[in-house]
């Protein structure tokens, strides 16, 4: 093998180790990009950590039980034939009918703790991911966004710089469509200010006709 040949293979075997160098590259950018987006999805549906349920359940069982003694409250210690009316007790009227299943404002009205312990059965019967308290949601969110901005926009240059040196690599989905709406929205301001000046250019013309005209008169 002459000397020209064992050059000319070592400059190919270089650049390919370069271009698959610069896929990688590529690639590792874009695993970084779906982390980053697996993160974000998991803020909005990620459930609420344990600490934060109880408060919660607590929360909604006060809130359904003072709603229920609100509206139905009254029934039970008022009027002629109420729970407390000096009257026989086969002459009571209850508002709510034997036949009915138990009201849940009635559960958490008059039994709160039971009622927060059938709320955390059920949600201890089904799993669910636990996420971060609702607090600290909206700075996470914040900061991973800004880590995504700044990543897509290296990755975003980095293949620009690649297509530069002569290594065309597809740019992601988003990109593209940004790009395209860029584009589009470029077209339309140009046709938009061809048209204004076409305008402009038009009545200027018609002054200086009517200009000339007043002068001939």
Do not use: Q, Y
């Given at each position: 093998?002459?000397?020209?040949?064992?050059?000319?293979?070592?400059?190919?075997?270089?650049?390919q180790s370069a271009i698959a160098d610069v896929q990688r590259t590529v690639l590792d950018l874009r695993d970084k990009l779906a982390v980053l987006d697996q993160q974000l999805e998991a803020i909005d549906d990620h459930g609420l950590p344990q600490s934060e349920l109880d408060a919660r359940i607590a929360a909604l069982v006060q809130r359904d039980g003072a709603a229920y003694v609100d509206d139905r409250g009254n029934g039970f210690v008022h009027g002629e034939?109420?729970?407390v009316a000096p009257c026989p007790v086969n002459a009571?009227?209850?508002?709510?009918?034997?036949?009915?299943?138990?009201?849940w404002?009635?559960?958490?009205?008059?039994?709160?703790?039971?009622a927060a312990t059938l709320l955390r059965g059920i949600v201890a019967r089904v799993p669910y991911r636990e996420g971060l308290p609702l607090a600290e949601r909206p700075d996470t969110r914040a900061r991973l966004l800004a880590e995504r901005h700044e990543?897509?926009?290296?990755?975003?240059?980095?293949?620009?710089?690649?297509?530069?040196?002569?290594?065309?690599?597809?740019?992601?989905?988003?990109v593209v469509a940004r790009r395209q709406a860029d584009a589009d929205r470029q077209r339309r301001e140009a046709k938009a200010l061809a048209a204004q000046r076409q305008r402009e250019a038009a009545l200027d013309a018609r002054h200086q006709r009517a200009r000339r005209f007043a002068r001939i008169r």
């Open positions: 093998m002459n000397a020209t040949l064992k050059t000319a293979l070592k400059r190919v075997a270089a650049g034939r109420s729970l009571v009227r209850l508002p709510v009918m034997p036949w009915e299943a138990m009201p404002g009635l559960v958490c009205a008059a039994a709160p703790e039971l990543l897509a926009a290296t990755e975003e240059r980095f293949i620009d710089d690649a297509a530069a040196a002569g290594l065309a690599i597809d740019h992601r989905p988003e």
